[in-house]
C-alpha cells in the first residue's frame, strides 16, 4: 500500500513542478521550523536573523521579524541540512546537529553545559573534510564514492572559511537579540544547488537502513528503507526466514530519496495537526484532515493515520472503497421521550462530520474523536468509558471513515446501553435522557420502529387505564416494562434519603429474569409503602396490572429505562 500512495504523491510532485518549476515547493511551502534563532550569514559578512516559536494551541509559527523572503530562504536552507535521524549524525558525539558544512545546528543548552567548545567545532569539520576517513566499512565507502562520482568532492577552501566564522563569532552573538530557546541554526548563504549537493554527499551514505543490508544486482544498488522500519539483531521476527534472502523491502538509492520526501511531506501535514491523510487513487491527490474532520465528498482510496514523534509514525492505514460523505439516508435524532433542546441537537443530520460530533458528545462525552488510536495506557480516561471506548472505537472509526456498516446497529445499541446505565449511576439524567434518545434513533435509523411514536403510544394507554374505574390489563411486554420503569421512578422519588441517587435504580435495570424483577418491586414496595396512600388509584392500577402480568419474551432493559426517565404519569 506504501507504494500505492508513493505514486499518488508523486502526482503531487508532478503537478508542483509543473505549477512552479520546482517539485519541492510541495514540501517547503508547508515546512514548519523547529522553535529557535536562526542565522544567515551573507556572503559580504551580514548577519541576518530571524526567531521562530509555534504555538502549539493554533498550530501557527510566530516569527521575528516578518521576512517571507528570508524565511523562505532558511526554510529551504534547514530542509536541505537536516539528519536523517538523530541516530546517523555527523558529529559523532551528537552535539552537532546539521549535514554539511554550509550549516551549523545546536542546542542552546549545550553553551550552558560546555559541550560546545573549539573542540568540538573541530571534530564536525575534520569529519566533514574528508568524509572517506569517516566510511571505514567497505559498504559505506561503496556508497560514499557512488555519489562522489556524481557531486565531486568537497570545496575545502569554504569548509575552512565558515569553521573560522563559527569559531570566531559562535561565542561572542550577545549583541543580537537572541531568544536563546531551543536551537541556534546559523548557514551561510550559498547557491541553492550547493546546498542540495552537499545534502546528497550526507544523505547517500545515510539513506538506508544500514548499509551492511545492502546488495549489488547489475551494477545497481539495493537497500533496505529507513522509514518506518527497522532492522537488528534485536528484531530477527522482521526477517523474511523463508525467502534466500531474507532482508523484507529492498529499494534503489533513488527510490530511498523519493520515499525521504514523501515522509517530510507527511511530517510537515503532522507539524500542522493535519493527521487524517486521504489519497484519492481516482484523482491522484492527496487530501490532508485534522483528527475530527472529514472528506467531504466522495472518495475511494488509501488512507494513513499519522503521528509526530521522535519520526513520523504510522498509526493506522487501510483501504477505502467508494465511500460517501452525504449519508444515503438522513439521520433523524428524535427526542424520543422529551427533553430539553437548547443547542438544538434533535434535528436531522445528512453527511458523517454531523454524525461524528453528535456520537462524540452524546455517547462518549468528547472523548473519542481524539482517541481512535491512543494507546491504552496513555488515555487520560479510566474506568467503564474507557472500557467502552476500546471495544467500540475500532468500529466506530471503520464506520464513520470508511463506510463499514456491518453490525453497526447492534455495537451502538451496545455502547448506548453501557453509557446510559454509567450515566444513570453518576446522576448525570440530562446525559441519559440525550443518550437514551439517540439509542432510539439509531435503533430506528437500523431498521427498527420509530420508538417516539411507539413510547408515546404506549404512555398513552398506560394513561388511560390508570385513570379510568374498572379493570385494566397490560397488553404487551413492552407496556409491561415501560410501566415498571414509571413505578421504579415513583419509588425512588419517596426516598427521604439526603442524597437520592438514580443508582438505587440500578438493580431493575440489571435485572436478568421477571421473577427478579417482580421480587425487587415488592421489597420497594414494602420499603415505601408508608409513603403512599391507599386511595392513590393510579398507583393502585398501575401496580396491579404490573403485578397481574405474565411476561412471554425476554427481560428488556430499554422500555424499562424509557418508563424510568419519563414524566411520572402518577
Known sequence: MLKDCLEIFEAELERTKKRFGDSDRLILDEYILADGDYLVVEKNGEIRQCSVRMDKKTRTVERIPVDDKLYERICFYDYHSRLVSMDKPQDTKKVIHSNSYLAFWVKWDSFDNGKLNEEAIDRYFDILKDPREKYKKSQDRKMYDYIAKKIGEVDQKKLEKNR?????????????????????KIFFAEEPKLYVQEEQRYVMTKIFNKNDYNVEIDGQIYGLSNDNLGLNSKKPYLEKKTRKMTIPYLITPEEAIGQRKFFDYLMNKANAGETDIFFDYDEKKIISKKRDQMVEGDFSGYFLKIQKGKELEIHHQDTIVDYKYFLKKKF???????????????????????????????????WLTGNYF????????????????????????????????????????????????????????????????????????????????????????????????????????????????????YYISLSKAKEKTHSLANPFFNATSNEVLQTRLKQYFMKYNHEIATRSSRFNYMYGMVLGYELEGKIRQEPIIAGYLSNSLF
Not at 573560522?164 to 541556534?184: A, V
Not at 427526542?335 to 462524540?360: M, P, S, T, W
Open 332 to 366: 433523524l435524532y428524535r427526542n424520543v421521550i422529551g427533553a430539553e433542546d437548547r443547542e438544538g441537537k434533535y434535528k436531522e443530520y445528512v453527511n458523517r462530520q454531523g454524525l461524528q460530533e453528535i456520537v462524540n458528545e452524546v455517547f462518549y462525552s468528547k
Open 374 to 489: 491512543t494507546p491504552e495506557d496513555e488515555m487520560s480516561i479510566d474506568g467503564e468509558l474507557k472500557r467502552i471506548l476500546i471495544w467500540s472505537r475500532e468500529a466506530v472509526f471503520a464506520w464513520l471513515y470508511k463506510g463499514r456498516e456491518v453490525g453497526m446497529d447492534r455495537i451502538l445499541h451496545t455502547v448506548a446501553k453501557n453509557v446510559i446505565k454509567e450515566s444513570i449511576k453518576n446522576g448525570y439524567m440530562g446525559k441519559v435522557v440525550q443518550q437514551f434518545n439517540l439509542m432510539c434513533s439509531f435503533d430506528e435509523y437500523f431498521g427498527g420502529c420509530n420508538m417516539a411514536d411507539r413510547y408515546s403510544e404506549i404512555r398513552e394507554k398506560l394513561r388511560d387505564k390508570i385513570n379510568c374505574r374498572g379493570e385494566q390489563i397490560i397488553e404487551s411486554d413492552e407496556e409491561y416494562f415501560y410501566a415498571v420503569g414509571q413505578l421504579v421512578r
Open 164 to 184: 573560522e566564522w563559527i569559531k570566531g563569532h559562535i561565542f561572542g552573538l550577545d549583541e543580537l537579540e537572541l531568544n536563546r530557546k531551543n536551537y541556534l
